[in-house]
């Protein structure tokens, strides 16, 4: 970086940076985004001071430019965080009782499994991957992994087991 660039960009930035705050103040439903919006496009700036412009009366468009887009990111961001709350609201309203009280016995009978054990299930299970992505995830030797899967799958079949047994009679 050159130290002319880094000079010029400090000095855009401190002459800009109250405008640049009040435009995202006049745009964000939680007036302190704004100054993380800000934090955001200093930060887009640093990384991009080799194309910060040379005519210093372009600088202040450039950090207008860098701004309309942080916002726009941070709208989509917010968009998605919304549609992913919605439909994860959804699928609890749609699980009926029994099952979710099957769910809550399987997840307690997981939870109550040996670490090594647990991990295996809830990655092979839980988070779809095959027997030899997790012994990967893990750091396990496939053999080791399958041998320990073999074993977590028995006493949760075990646990389970109790767990009806109980029901029944109690």
């Known amino acids: 970086m050159r130290r002319v660039s880094a000079d010029s960009l400090s000095a855009a930035l401190d002459a800009t940076s109250a405008d640049l ?8 439903l939680v007036r302190e985004d704004a100054a993380d919006l800000l934090a955001e496009v ?29 916002l726009a990111n941070q709208r989509r961001s917010s968009r998605r965080r919304a549609a992913l709350a919605d439909r994860i609201r959804q699928h609890l309203t749609e699980v009926n009782e029994p099952d979710h009280a099957e769910a809550l016995t399987v997840q307690a009978a997981v939870r109550d499994l040996a670490v090594a054990h647990r991990e295996l299930i809830m990655l092979v299970h839980w988070d779809g991957l095959s027997l030899a992505e997790a012994a990967e995830l893990l750091g396990l030797n496939p053999s080791t992994a399958r ?15 109790e767990i009806a047994d109980v029901a029944r009679t109690g």
């Open 147 to 161: 041998s320990r899967y073999s074993a977590a799958r028995e006493a949760l079949r075990e646990a389970l087991i």
């Open 21 to 28: 705050l009040a435009y995202f103040e006049r745009r964000v």
């Open 42 to 70: 200093m930060l887009q700036a640093w990384r991009r001071v080799d194309s910060l412009p040379q005519a210093p009366e372009r600088r202040r468009m450039w950090l207008f430019t860098i701004a309309a887009h942080v």
